[in-house]
């Protein structure tokens, strides 16, 4: 599982792009909305797009958490050279 940024981003445009196709074939068979939940295709794809979407939200607290840390380590230099 790989946490860079641009990736993940990229990853996730992607899933929304297919997903989007997909609505656009299942709109041409006249599948309503409320029935594309039911199908595996669609089930899956969305899935797809929900962990990338998961794996930045767990990549923006790695990301802060990182940035607390170097804050008090600036924090914490800055007073012990006083």
Do not use: C
């Not at 797809?48 to 008090?72: A, P």
Request: no cysteine; net charge positive; glycine share 2%.
């Amino acid at each position: 599982m790989s946490l860079r940024r641009a990736q993940l981003e990229r990853q996730l445009q992607h899933a929304e792009a297919t997903i989007a196709d997909y609505s656009k074939v299942l709109d041409g068979q006249n599948v309503p909305a409320d029935q594309r939940k039911k199908l595996p295709k669609w089930r899956q794809m969305t899935a797809q797009r929900l962990q990338v979407k998961n794996r930045l939200k767990s990549l923006k607290v790695i990301e802060d958490r990182e940035e607390s840390f170097r804050q008090s380590a600036i924090a914490a230099s800055e007073s012990s050279e006083d």
